[in-house]
């Protein structure tokens, strides 16, 4: 009996210790570095509900570019709530004709069609490619670090919404990583089999030099 006594006791305060210890979650604290583990945490003391809700997915993205596409990110950087939870999401505007281009990220992602309708896919590590025409309610999976895209191939403005499993999820694009930077144009050209006249046009488009 003493034992159980002893036993009973023990994980009382075992688990007063932990209640008191607990951290249900790590609002991001900008004036701090981000770090591999994330940022660091504001003072649960100062936080409010406001804190906790994120709006601008209301509103369409700016579609102004040569993908015609607005993208509304609600990552750690702008929803700092998200900070070590291990999600986020985005609102993506494609006009007609409008495209994800090609991208990886070290997230999965999983989007949802509002309106409209888009060709989506992905390319295995086998270069096996998975892509279909999806509709309204319709969703997909496009797993981590592969490379996927979505096009709008309806003929009105099409509406998604993703969400990843990392509330840093990282975003790289094909084209932009080949063609916004100083990798001279000659490598470019043996990397892809690309011919110049087609490498220069992709830098003038996206600022790349050399």
């Known amino acids: 009996m003493d034992s159980l006594k002893i036993i009973l006791s023990f994980t009382l305060l075992v688990s007063l210790s932990s209640a008191t210890s607990v951290v249900d979650f790590c609002v991001a604290d900008f004036r701090f570095p981000v770090t591999p583990a994330g940022y660091s945490c504001k003072n649960p003391a100062n936080l409010t509900v406001d804190d906790f809700v994120f709006s601008s997915l209301s509103v369409p ?3 102004s570019n040569i993908f015609n596409l607005g993208v509304v990110p609600a990552f750690d950087v702008t929803f700092p709530a998200l900070n070590g939870l291990g999600l986020s999401m985005v609102r993506l505007d494609l006009g007609v004709g ?3 281009p090609i991208h990886s990220h070290r997230a999965s992602e999983l989007i949802l069609v509002i309106e409209g309708t888009i ?4 390319i295995g590590s086998d270069n096996t490619p998975y892509y279909k025409t999806l509709n309204k309610g ?7 670090s592969l490379l996927h895209f979505q096009v709008n191939n309806g003929n009105s403005p099409a509406l998604a919404f993703v969400s990843l499993n990392s ?3 990282g975003f790289q694009t094909t084209t932009f990583a080949l063609a916004s930077n100083d990798l001279p144009t000659d490598v470019i050209q043996k990397i ?3 011919d110049t006249t087609q ?3 992709l830098k003038t488009v996206f600022g790349g030099t050399n």
């Not at 060709?119 to 992905?122: K, L, Q, S």
């Not at 319709?138 to 981590?144: G, H, L, S, V, Y």
């Open 61 to 63: 993205g700016n579609m």
């Open 98 to 100: 409008g495209v994800v």
């Open 119 to 122: 060709i989506a896919g992905f």
């Open 138 to 144: 319709d969703i997909m999976i496009f797993p981590a």
């Open 167 to 169: 509330a840093s999820p």
């Open 192 to 194: 892809t089999l690309l």
């Open 199 to 201: 490498v220069r046009k």
